[in-house]
């Protein structure tokens, strides 16, 4: 099979699969006790913690290892609920995740500005701008980096600088940016996330790095106190491999954007009415969301994935809800539009043979879609 959903979740690379189960051998004691076998772990988490901060250039006591992102993105906003005024406001892009938008609801019940994208799918700064000038009540501000379902890239870094000059608490949902592209602005942030399993890490392991010591669990000591509960070393030593890997290989990505702009170029000779979302913005370098001009989108997975391909509507969060997604809002789609939505997204396993045959298996599977449509005395969208 042809993974095309890494936008979803990667796969363990190799490396990492062996420092895992190196790590689950030799590093299974609790970090916390007090005998030598525990005093090394805890001494490698350290280091591990150490390595990652170096990586984004932040204080290491500014990292929380946790679950993900989904855990970090509620933990800020229940803190900032906690800590503030019942008349605080926060504000957030109208493409967040729905673990940003979710929380931010529940927290700030009545309490949430939104901040829309242009048609392009980017948030404009000066709106932003404007916001901050005139809005003294808002305490945070969350912003994703790139969108999981287009991939189009938002100016985060501008944006953050801009809440720091209002003195605002600038967050960003990074989960799809980082292993992606490179990561030494993040320092912008007052704070950010990312998940391991989105960089070739295991499911259950990620980061919330922040200013302000923000309180996860209560009932132990571990993460200095903010999130309580026995550290899983092994996850954390994955990750740290996961992270050393992308690093040796973000050099390659004008030419992994090639391949993806050329499987594009293949794709509108298959079907030349297709309309691929966000081409016109800046984009990451694997995604190609577009939203196919016949059949349900259902059908075409379905179809690509009994011919060895295996890709994804949008977001794997929305899959099986009937829903429009904030992609699709942004884009002014209809009900009907973002049933034909698919989306493709890469990773540095990938090559420019592997989006080659995509591309080729899009034909054939329009070829089988559209004699079973023809055969069929029901007219098929």
């Not at 932040?58 to 609920?81: I, P, Q």
């Not at 050099?251 to 966000?278: C, M, N, Y």
């Not at 379905?302 to 942004?330: N, Q, R, V």
């Not at 396993?349 to 054939?364: G, H, V």
Request: charged share 20%.
């Amino acid at each position: 099979m042809a993974y095309f959903d890494n936008n979803a979740t990667t796969p363990l690379a190799g490396t990492v699969f062996e420092a895992f189960q190196t790590a689950l051998e030799k590093g299974w004691a609790n970090p916390s006790s007090p005998y030598r076998q525990a005093a090394r772990v805890r001494a490698e988490i350290s280091r591990a913690r150490d390595q990652l901060a170096a990586a984004f250039g932040v204080n290491a006591s500014h990292l929380t290892f946790v679950s993900g992102a989904t855990e970090s993105n509620n933990a800020v906003f229940s803190y900032f609920a906690h800590k503030s005024s019942n008349d605080s406001r926060v504000l957030i892009s109208s493409i967040e995740h729905p673990s940003v938008s979710a929380p931010a609801k529940w927290y700030f019940p009545d309490r949430v500005d939104l901040l829309e994208t242009d048609g392009k799918g980017i948030v404009s700064l000066e709106a932003l701008e404007s916001f901050l000038q005139s809005e003294n009540k808002t305490i945070l501000v969350s912003i994703m980096a790139a969108s999981n379902e287009t991939g189009v890239l938002q100016p985060w870094q501008e944006a953050a600088k801009l809440c720091r000059a209002h003195g605002v608490h600038f967050h960003c949902d990074s989960s799809q940016w980082i292993g992606k592209l490179p990561h030494d602005d993040f320092s912008l942030c007052s704070s950010f996330v990312c998940s391991g399993h989105k960089f070739g890490a295991p499911k259950g392991i990620g980061l919330l790095v922040g200013e302000d010591a923000m309180p996860f669990f209560h009932g132990g000591g571990q993460e200095e106190g903010r999130r309580g509960g026995t550290e899983s070393y092994p996850s954390i030593e994955a990750m740290g491999c996961a992270m050393k890997g992308v690093e040796g290989t973000l050099a390659q990505l004008p030419q992994r954007a090639h391949w993806r702009d050329s499987f594009e170029t293949a794709l509108k000779s298959v079907l030349p009415q297709v309309r691929i979302l966000g081409c016109e913005s800046p984009r990451l370098w694997n995604t190609s969301c577009f939203i196919a001009p016949q059949f349900e989108n259902l059908r075409w997975v379905g179809k690509l994935d009994k011919l060895g391909f295996e890709i994804s509507t949008g977001s794997a969060c929305s899959t099986a809800k009937d829903e429009l997604t904030p992609s699709a809002s942004a884009f002014s789609l209809t009900s009907e539009e973002t049933r034909r939505i698919l989306r493709v997204s890469s990773y540095f396993e990938q090559d420019q043979k592997d989006w080659q045959s995509l591309a080729d298996a899009f034909q054939s599977a329009f070829d089988e879609l559209s004699e079973e449509a023809s055969a069929s005395p029901v007219i098929s969208l």
